[in-house]
């Protein structure tokens, strides 16, 4: 691919940047975790906070008793603030977490494969309407938990997407990850 405007780039053009990406620098381990649970409680804790406090929140549960749905739904509020204290907000995440998990329990028995089994449009639609739970955090719970080909568009996306006249700086997730996604040829199907 010879140099070329960032402009007037494709879908396929973009393939082929993040392809050569890939095979130069390999998987980056971009959301480090030891289970999808644990990385969709890592979405809730990196809500307004860096990485680094959303993982120091999910160590701390993880130290203290693995994160398993049924135990962490029947602890106390406040005993799950006490260990998030690192995530900042840490009264709201624990809601939060209190909130997914009984849509979890609910409409999945607890089980992530029933999760990951149902279509990425149906949980993205039951998640969204959950109090507390924006765009970022449920495209970023199907992507990097679940493998469900969901385009995580976020501030980062925005700015580079501004700058390089992909999109104005004045558009909304849904349009900007609308657009994103018929570049490359996805669905959320």
């Not at 053009?13 to 649970?37: I, M, V």
């Amino acid at each position: 691919m010879g140099i070329i405007e960032m402009t007037s780039w494709t879908g396929e053009d973009l393939l082929t940047f993040y392809q050569t990406l890939y095979r130069t620098y390999g998987s980056q381990n971009w959301w480090p975790a030891d289970s999808a649970f644990e990385t969709i409680i890592g979405a809730i804790f990196a809500q307004n906070v860096s990485w680094k406090g959303a993982h120091q929140a999910v160590c701390a549960f993880i130290d203290a008793d693995p994160l398993e749905p049924q135990k962490l739904y029947t602890a106390v509020q406040d005993v799950i603030v006490t260990k998030i204290r690192s995530s900042r907000y840490y009264n709201q995440k624990a809601r939060k977490v209190m909130t997914f998990l009984e849509w979890f329990l609910g409409s999945c028995n607890g089980d992530i494969s029933r999760m990951a089994a149902k279509p990425a449009d149906q949980v993205r639609e039951e998640l969204l309407i959950l109090s507390g739970f924006g765009h970022e955090t449920v495209d970023s719970m199907l992507f990097y938990a679940l493998g469900k080909p969901v385009f995580v568009v976020d501030a980062y996306t925005k700015r580079v997407g501004s700058r390089h006249g992909w999109f104005p700086e004045t558009i909304l997730y849904d349009q900007m990850q609308n657009k994103s996604w018929r570049w490359v040829g996805w669905s959320i199907k």
